[in-house]
């Protein structure tokens, strides 16, 4: 069973910046794509950013030049850098992995960090 998980959140001022991990229990090679999702106080989860096992990347309009997405399969380990931060960046970042499976794909989520940005 593979672990997920996310560390790097915390409290800053709009404009500034975080930078999140998603430590995995094993290798993140074997899966065919990681990315970042977000939860905000009564709102829906929403999707930030994918990367696949290729290396390429694809942001979510509201992050994109913003947020980047990178992943250091030799520490397997994901990371979001997340720059220009703003108050509506404010949620709960969860980190995943999906994973190829004979009956289809299989998502992983970790716990999540939560990121606040002040105004």
């Known amino acids: 069973q593979v672990r997920l998980v996310e560390s790097g959140g915390g409290l800053v001022q709009a404009g500034g910046s975080l930078r999140l991990s998603c430590a995995a229990s094993?290798?993140?090679?074997?899966?065919?794509?990681m990315g970042w999702y977000r939860q905000a106080p009564g709102k829906e989860r929403e999707w930030v950013a994918t990367?696949?096992?290729?290396?390429?990347?694809n942001y979510a309009d509201s992050v994109k030049d913003r947020f980047t997405i990178s992943r250091d399969n030799a520490k397997n380990t994901v990371y979001l850098q997340m720059d220009s931060l703003k108050p509506e960046d404010t949620a709960v970042y969860s980190c995943?992995?999906?994973?190829?499976?004979?009956?289809?794909?299989?998502?992983?989520w970790g716990q999540g960090t939560q990121v606040t940005v002040s105004s």
């Open positions: 995943t992995a999906a994973e190829q499976r004979l009956t289809g794909i299989y998502n992983y």
């Open positions: 094993g290798s993140i090679f074997s899966f065919i794509a």
């Open positions: 990367i696949v096992r290729g290396g390429s990347a």
